[in-house]
């Protein structure tokens, strides 16, 4: 009897059945092991149990399936230092970071949009005074590892209440321009009855200049005219931060 194309022959009675698919290489199999034994990791134990390279080797293989990401995720680290740092580095930076493309760093730019987005929501939620804790892990999360300052304006309504949080500015690595007059109209338009100013120090020392000293006196004394309440006045470093409020700077 003739064979037919991709097909072998059966027993008597039992016809023809497919030819047996092909078997994975040794080292295709081991990968998706690897990738499900962390999988496994992930749901039974927890993210705690996942160590940094793990954690972005996790990410690096959603967005590159047919890739060891074992590799990039060990550079990433010894290039950034840490988790966060690979993370909240800007896609410049990771494009140098060798075996790494656009889907890779757009997957480590997702993981960081989620994370300050969560953490924005929980700010969200509750007026600002009263949740000054998680303000600040969020604008640490936010702006600590900038490589060049931003000047942040977060618009408070009468409860307190964040309306909006946007940036104003970015500028160089030690300078800013602000300009009172905008950071009123602004508050003007969006009907708010405070703000608090933010900015980072991308040396990491969130010391006061004579300067930042200055223009926040400029947008107190601007915003005044108007009755709007000038709250505070954050400085984020890295890990650390600086309120003019605390230290008697307003």
């Known amino acids: 009897m003739r064979k037919m194309r991709g097909m072998a022959e059966a027993g008597p009675g039992l016809g023809l059945v497919p030819d047996p698919a092909p078997a994975l290489s040794p080292l295709a199999t081991s990968a998706e092991g690897h990738r499900a034994r962390m999988r496994g990791k992930l749901l039974t134990a927890g993210p705690d149990a996942l160590l940094d390279h793990e954690l972005l080797e996790m990410q690096l293989f959603l967005?590159?399936?047919?890739?060891?990401?074992?590799?990039?995720?060990?550079?990433?680290?010894?290039?950034?230092?840490?988790?966060?740092?690979?993370?909240?580095?800007?896609?410049?930076?990771?494009?140098?970071?060798?075996?790494?493309?656009?889907?890779?760093?757009?997957?480590?730019?997702?993981?960081?949009?989620?994370?300050l987005r969560l953490m924005r929501q929980e700010v969200l939620e509750q007026p600002l005074l009263n949740n000054w804790d998680r303000l600040l892990a969020y604008l640490n999360a936010a702006l600590a590892r900038e490589r060049t300052e931003q000047f942040r304006v977060l618009f408070l309504d009468s409860k307190n209440?964040?309306?909006?949080?946007?940036?104003?500015?970015?500028?160089?690595?030690?300078?800013?321009?602000?300009?009172?007059?905008?950071?009123?109209?602004?508050?003007?338009?969006?009907?708010?009855?405070?703000?608090?100013?933010?900015?980072?120090?991308?040396?990491?020392?969130?010391?006061?200049?004579?300067?930042d000293i200055a223009m926040t006196a400029e947008v107190k004394a601007a915003a005044a005219t108007l009755s709007i309440l000038l709250h505070d006045h954050l400085i984020i470093g890295n890990g650390r931060h600086l309120s003019f409020r605390r230290e008697g700077l307003l």
Request: proline share 7%; charged share 20%.
């Open 161 to 211: 209440r964040l309306l909006a949080d946007e940036a104003q500015a970015r500028g160089t690595v030690n300078h800013t321009p602000v300009y009172p007059r905008e950071v009123v109209k602004r508050a003007l338009e969006l009907q708010a009855t405070a703000i608090i100013l933010v900015h980072n120090h991308p040396s990491g020392d969130p010391a006061a200049s004579r300067a």
């Open 63 to 115: 967005a590159l399936p047919r890739r060891d990401t074992k590799p990039i995720a060990r550079a990433l680290l010894a290039r950034f230092g840490s988790f966060g740092n690979a993370i909240a580095a800007s896609p410049q930076e990771l494009r140098q970071v060798e075996g790494l493309g656009e889907a890779g760093i757009a997957a480590l730019k997702t993981v960081q949009a989620a994370a």
